[in-house]
C-alpha cells in the first residue's frame, strides 16, 4: 500500500540533504529529562493542531491551541481531557472462549461474550503463540496485517508501520492496497495525469487570492474537513478561507447539502443528485463545444484522446447526444444553469476545487476523470489562479511549502525469511533475485483495503483489480491496530459476520471502541499524551516541528506499541529484538534520531533559511520551530512546468500527456470502467428509488469528530440529539412523514438500521438526507444501532473492478419517526468482564 504520508513528504521535501539512514546509532544521552510535570504545562499534537496541555496535580484539566491562526474556533482541540481518560483500556483482556481453549475458540462467539482480564505477559507469550502457530499450520498468507491511516500522530509511535515492521521480520503478512478516502481517485489519476494526485501539492493560495475569478467548491466541505490533517494540521488552510471571503472572488459549491463552507463565503449553491455530477460535468463539456468555448490548441497540446471522448459526449456511439438537457434529466440541475456554468467557467479564471466524496460512489473513477476533461476543455490547466485540485479540502493544501527540516519516521524493515522455524535472514533489495525460492516463502498478498469483509468471506475468490487478477487468501488471523474497522468498513451487518471467520483477532486500543469489543486478545495502548514523540505541521507545508512531550502517566497497564512489538519480538529471538528495536534502541532516541536528521537537512540551507537549535535545546524549551515559505513556493502553479513544455517535462502516464483516453485502461474491458470518463448508472440512486427505500443517503466526515475519533467525549453533547447521531433532512420531507425538529427517527434499508436524531431544515436538497459516518456502533440484540453508525446502512460494493474502492454515497435509505422508549446508550461502556478464576 502506498503511504500517504511517505509520498506527500518525498513531493514536498525541499531538503538538500539525504535523511539519515534509519539505522545509524543514535547517542544514547538524548537530552530527554525524567519526570513529568505535574502542575504546569506542556506541549503536544494532534491531528487537529499542536496543542498546549495544562496539568493540575498530574491531570489534562485543560488543552487550547498553541497558536491562534484564525478567527474561527476548531472545538476539537478543547477536549484533550475526555481523550486522556473516557472509555479507556486500562488492562490486557482475552475473550472467554479463546481463553478456555485457543485451539477451539469459538470465533462465532466473538463480540457477544464476557473478556477475562489476564496479566500482560500471559497475553504476549498467547499473542507469539498463536501467530507462530497460525504461520505453522496455515503460513504467512494466512495472516491479515490490518491497520488504517488515521492512526495517532508522532512519527515514532506509528502503530501502523510498528506492525508491519513486526510482521515483516517474523516472516510477512497479507496488507492493503490503497484506502478508504481515496480509493477510486488514487488509481485512476495515475492513468490519466501520471500520478496519484490526490494528495499532491496544489496550485498555491497565494495565486488564486489574485488571480482567480470564480472558485467552484465541487463536493467538499472545507470548513469541517481542515479542522484536522494526516499528521497534526497547520490552520492555514482556514485561514485562506478566510481571505477568500473577504475577497472578491465568485465562489460557487456544487453539493447537495447547503455545506457551512457554503454559508460562510456566501456561495451560490447548486445542488444536483448524489452520484450525478458526471452527468452534470458532461451536460456542461457538451455546452462548450456546442458554442465553441473549448480549448482546442490546449486540448490538441496537451492530451491525448479527446476525439473518442468527442463522439461518446456527442452521441456518436450510443445514439444519446450528453446535451445540458440530457444532463439536467439525471442531476435535477436545470438546463439553464448548466449552460450558464459552462459559459462563465469558460470566461474566466476558474478553480476547480474538487473533494473526494463524489469518487466514494459506485463507478468513483468517473467524477475525477471527468473534472480533470473538464478543465482541459476549459484549458486553464497549469496558469495563475485556473485549472482544478483535488486536495484543497484536506490538510491544507495550497498552502506554500516551507524550506525547513523534514523529520523522518520509523520503516517497517524488509521481510524476514524463516526455515523450519529457524530465521535466516531478510529479504534482499533485490527481493527474491538473491534468495532461493525454496527459501522465500513469505506472502506478497495484498487486498484493496475495501474488500475486506469480501476477502474474509470469500478466500479463493478471484478479484479482478486494476488490471490483474487477485485471488482472496485464506485469512486465519487478524492483527489490527490504530484503527476501527468495524465502523468505518461499509456494510457493518457484513463485516461482522466477516469478522467472526478467522480463528484470532488481535486488536490494540486505546478505548472501547466497537473493534476492541471485536477482539480476541485486547491489548491497552496509550494515548499521545502519555508517551514522549515528534511530528510536523502541514502535510504540504512542513510549517512546523512540533515536540510532543509525554503530559500524563500511563492509564492502568496501558504501553505503546512500540514496547509490545519489542516484547513480542524477544519470543522470536534476540537477533529479531534487536533487529526490531535497532539493538535496543528506545523511543527517545528515534526521536532524537529524527531531529538531527532533519537539522542536518537545514544546516546545508544556510542563513538566510529558519535554523535549528540542538536536540537538547529544543526538547527543554518545548515549543515548535516554525519554517517559512520561500518565493518561489508561494507562486507555486500545479503543472506549469507541464505546460511550458509537455515533452521536456512529460506526466507520467504512457503518452507522457493528460490522458482523457487511456488506451491502457480500455485494454482491461471492464464495463464497469471504460476507456474514457463516462455517465454510469448506479445501482441505488433517487433515479430508482422506490416506497421502499425513497431517500438518498450521503455520510459526509463530521465536523465535530475525525471518522470514529472523538466520539465518545463531551464534545457529542453539542451535537447528539437525544444521544443519537443528528440526520439532515429536508423540512418537506420531514412535514410529509410527521418528522419534526429533535425527534428521533429510525433509519432503514435491507443491510440494517439505526436511530438518529432529526434536524429538519432547507439546507439539504429534498430526497436526500445526511448521517455523517464516525458514530461508534452500538447494537441492541436486535441488530438495530442505537448511536446512528452510517456504515450500517452503506454498500459493500466495489467502484469497479478498476479500483474496487469503497461507495459508501451510493446507497438508498427509508425513514419513520420512531414511536417506541428510547434504548440507553452503551457504545462508550466497558463490555461484560469475568473474573478469570
Not at 264 to 282: H, K, Q, S, Y
Request: hydrophobic share 35%.
Amino acid at each position: 500500500m502506498l503511504d500517504r504520508r511517505k509520498f506527500l513528504k518525498l513531493s514536498a521535501s525541499l531538503s538538500a540533504l539525504p535523511l539519515l539512514p534509519s539505522g545509524l546509532q543514535a547517542s544514547k544521552s538524548t537530552g530527554i529529562k525524567p519526570g513529568l510535570v505535574r502542575n504546569g504545562s506542556v506541549i503536544s499534537a494532534a491531528h487537529w493542531g499542536a496543542l498546549k496541555l495544562v496539568l493540575k496535580e498530574g491531570k489534562i484539566v485543560k488543552s487550547e491551541p498553541w497558536e491562534k491562526v484564525t478567527e474561527m474556533d476548531n472545538p476539537l482541540q478543547h477536549y484533550t481531557p475526555c481523550l486522556a481518560y473516557r472509555s479507556r483500556i486500562k488492562y490486557p483482556f482475552v475473550r472467554q472462549s479463546y481463553l478456555k481453549d485457543p485451539n477451539n475458540p469459538k470465533p462465532e462467539l466473538r463480540g457477544k461474550e464476557p473478556f477475562i482480564r489476564v496479566p500482560y505477559e500471559q497475553a504476549i507469550a498467547l499473542v507469539a503463540e498463536q501467530l507462530r502457530k497460525t504461520r505453522e499450520s496455515k503460513g504467512n498468507n494466512a495472516i491479515f496485517g490490518g491497520s488504517y491511516g488515521w492512526k495517532s500522530s508522532g512519527n515514532v509511535h506509528n502503530a501502523r508501520t510498528l506492525l508491519h515492521r513486526f510482521l515483516n521480520l517474523t516472516g510477512g503478512f497479507v496488507g492493503g492496497l490503497g484506502d478508504y478516502s481515496t480509493g477510486a481517485s488514487q488509481v485512476i489519476m495515475p492513468y490519466v495525469l501520471g500520478s496519484i494526485e490526490v494528495y499532491e501539492q496544489q496550485t498555491s493560495w497565494e495565486n488564486i487570492l489574485t488571480y482567480s475569478k470564480c472558485v467552484v467548491i465541487w463536493g467538499a466541505d472545507p470548513l469541517a474537513t481542515l479542522r484536522i490533517a494526516w499528521t497534526a494540521t497547520d490552520q492555514r488552510g482556514l485561514a485562506y478561507f478566510e481571505k477568500l471571503k473577504k475577497s472578491q472572488i465568485k465562489v460557487i459549491c456544487i453539493d447537495p447539502v447547503r455545506t457551512d463552507t457554503a454559508d460562510f463565503l456566501g456561495a451560490e449553491w447548486i445542488a444536483p443528485r448524489p452520484n450525478t455530477d458526471v452527468a452534470l460535468m458532461l451536460g456542461m463539456a457538451y455546452q462548450l463545444v456546442a458554442t465553441n468555448k473549448h480549448d482546442k490548441k490546449f486540448l490538441d497540446t496537451y492530451t491525448t484522446g479527446f476525439e473518442v471522448f468527442l463522439e461518446y459526449l456527442q452521441g456518436k456511439k450510443d445514439g444519446v447526444p450528453k446535451s445540458p438537457e440530457w444532463a439536467s434529466e439525471i442531476c435535477g440541475v436545470s438546463v439553464a444553469t448548466i449552460k450558464r456554468l459552462a459559459t462563465l467557467f469558460a470566461s474566466q479564471q476558474t478553480m476547480l476545487m474538487s473533494g473526494w466524496a463524489m469518487q466514494r460512489a459506485q463507478h468513483g473513477e468517473q467524477p475525477h476523470w471527468m473534472l480533470v476533461t473538464l478543465a482541459c476543455m476549459l484549458g486553464q490547466i497549469g496558469t495563475k489562479g485556473g485549472g482544478f485540485g483535488l486536495s484543497y479540502h484536506y490538510s491544507n493544501g495550497g498552502v506554500p511549502t516551507c524550506k525547513g527540516g523534514v523529520i523522518s519516521g520509523m520503516n517497517a524493515l524488509r521481510r524476514g525469511i524463516w526455515k523450519e522455524g529457524k530465521f535466516i535472514g531478510l529479504v534482499s533489495e533485490a527481493h527474491s533475485e538473491d534468495v532461493p525460492e525454496w527459501l522465500d516463502d513469505g506472502t506478497s498478498s495484498a487486498i484493496p483495503v475495501a474488500r475486506i469483509a469480501d476477502a474474509l468471506l470469500n478466500p479463493g475468490k478471484t478479484l479482478e483489480h486494476n488490471g490483474q487478477k487477485l485471488i482472496y487468501p485464506d485469512i486465519d488471523f487478524i492483527y489490527w491496530v490504530g484503527g476501527n474497522p468495524i465502523v468505518h468498513q461499509q456494510d457493518t451487518n457484513k463485516n461482522l459476520r466477516a469478522w467472526r471467520k478467522p480463528r484470532t483477532v488481535v486488536v490494540h486500543e486505546i478505548y472501547w471502541t466497537p473493534t476492541a469489543k471485536m477482539a480476541d486478545i485486547l491489548l491497552p495502548i496509550t494515548s499521545a499524551y502519555e508517551r514522549d514523540d515528534i511530528t510536523m505541521s502541514g502535510d504540504y507545508s512542513n510549517m512546523h516541528i512540533i515536540p510532543m512531550k509525554q503530559a500524563i502517566a500511563p492509564v492502568g497497564e496501558s504501553k505503546d506499541d512500540y514496547q509490545i512489538f519489542s516484547d513480542l519480538s524477544r519470543h522470536y529471538g534476540q537477533e529479531i529484538f534487536e533487529l526490531f528495536t535497532q539493538k535496543n534502541q528506545k523511543p527517545k532516541d528515534f526521536i532524537r534520531e529524527y531531529y538531527e536528521s532533519a537539522r542536518q537537512q537545514t544546516k546545508s540551507f544556510g542563513e538566510l533559511f529558519t535554523p535549528m537549535p540542538s536536540f537538547e535545546e529544543f526538547w527543554a524549551k518545548n515549543v515548535p520551530i516554525t519554517f517559512q515559505p520561500t518565493a518561489e513556493s508561494q507562486e507555486w502553479v500545479r503543472f506549469a512546468d507541464f505546460i511550458e513544455d509537455p515533452i521536456l517535462n512529460a506526466l507520467g502516464t504512457d503518452s507522457g500527456l493528460i490522458e482523457i483516453y487511456s488506451p491502457r485502461v480500455a485494454s482491461y474491458k471492464y464495463q464497469d470502467c471504460q476507456g474514457h470518463p463516462m455517465w454510469f448508472e448506479p445501482s441505488e440512486w433517487l433515479g430508482n428509488a422506490s416506497k421502499q427505500t425513497p431517500f438518498h443517503l450521503i455520510t459526509s466526515h463530521s465536523k465535530y469528530r475525525l471518522h470514529s475519533q472523538l466520539c465518545q467525549t463531551r464534545l457529542r453533547d453539542i451535537y447528539a440529539i437525544q444521544g443519537r447521531e443528528p440526520i439532515l433532512i429536508h423540512k418537506k420531507d420531514a412535514k410529509r412523514l410527521g418528522i419534526k425538529n429533535g425527534d428521533v427517527v429510525r433509519v432503514f434499508n435491507a443491510r440494517g438500521e439505526v436511530l438518529a436524531g432529526a434536524v429538519v431544515s432547507d439546507c439539504i436538497r429534498q430526497g436526500v438526507v445526511r448521517l455523517c459516518e464516525g458514530s461508534w456502533y452500538d447494537p441492541d440484540n436486535k441488530g438495530l444501532c442505537k448511536s446512528g453508525s452510517a456504515n450500517v446502512l452503506t454498500m459493500d460494493k466495489p467502484a469497479s473492478r478498476l479500483s474496487n474502492g469503497n461507495c459508501a454515497h451510493t446507497s438508498l435509505v427509508n425513514i419513520e419517526k420512531y414511536t417506541k422508549p428510547l434504548p440507553p446508550l452503551s457504545a462508550f461502556h466497558a463490555p461484560k468482564i469475568r473474573n478469570g478464576s
